[in-house]
């Protein structure tokens, strides 16, 4: 069965400090895996986009890393602010093209205190 | 910023009612998803169209009905809303012919059925 499993379901880190959210799937076969973050009472906003020739990319203060071969993928936000307060979602794409499905997982529920 | 409208962002209502959630986008994307989301739990998707006349059913069995009679419009309806359909709905757009597609949210309607 294909899933997507995010952890920790919650984290509270202080302003300033780093922390990584985790991303496990199974899904196959792979295309390409997204971070979204959704903020309280929006829709989710795509972050960025790993596909599997892909090891790490930056987006600003997110990094985002995949290992295809563990069908894993981090997000390392370095340096939190208050507005990185959201829940991250972890989406894979088991195919690139009109006919892929979309599997999400359930989120991690992020909170930056001051 | 997205370009995807959705309206009422809340919306408090008594059973047995007929409602329709509009959606709305301006960036000309022929794909319109229409996905429920609980808390802690991750997207559902119940409906979704590649165009214009183009709509289908989604994962998730739901009872409400979707028409797409222009690009920019896909609305839900339920004919008669119960308890169980309480839910935060997520309307959502992405170009056709693009691959590593990235879906456009809505910022969603909570919907409430007493």
């Known amino acids: 069965k294909n899933q997507v499993e995010q952890s920790p379901q919650s984290l509270i880190i202080l302003e300033g400090k780093n922390c990584t959210l985790q991303?496990?799937?199974?899904?196959?076969?792979?295309?390409?895996l997204r971070w979204y973050k959704q903020d309280t009472g929006r829709g989710p906003v795509s972050l960025t986009i790993?596909?599997?020739?892909?090891n790490t990319k930056s987006n600003g203060r997110y990094t985002a890393t995949l290992d295809a071969d563990t069908k894993q993928s981090s997000l390392h936000i370095t340096a939190s602010q208050l507005s990185d307060s959201a829940s991250y979602i972890c989406?894979?794409?088991?195919?690139?093209?009109?006919?892929?499905?979309?599997?999400f997982g359930r989120g991690t529920q992020l909170t930056v205190w001051p | 910023e997205a370009d995807i409208y959705q309206t009422p962002r809340y919306l408090v209502i008594g059973t047995g009612k007929k409602i329709t959630l509009e959606c709305s986008q301006t960036?000309?994307?022929?794909?319109m998803y229409w996905y429920q989301q609980d808390p802690g739990m991750e997207l559902h998707l119940i409906h979704y169209?590649?165009?214009?006349?183009?709509?289908e059913k989604g994962d998730l069995s739901s009872e409400s009905t979707v028409s797409r009679i222009r690009t920019e419009h896909f609305p839900l309806t339920l004919e008669s809303a119960r308890p169980s359909h309480t839910s935060q709905y997520l309307c959502?757009?992405?170009?056709?012919?693009?691959?590593?597609?990235?879906?456009?949210f809505g910022s969603g309607t909570q919907l409430s059925v007493l």
């Open positions: 169209s590649y165009g214009v006349n183009s709509t």
């Open positions: 790993m596909t599997f020739s892909e």
């Open positions: 989406v894979v794409s088991d195919r690139g093209s009109t006919l892929g499905r979309l599997y």
């Open positions: 960036m000309g994307h022929d794909k």
């Open positions: 959502a757009s992405s170009p056709r012919g693009v691959t590593n597609e990235k879906l456009f």
């Open positions: 991303c496990n799937y199974t899904v196959s076969p792979f295309s390409n």
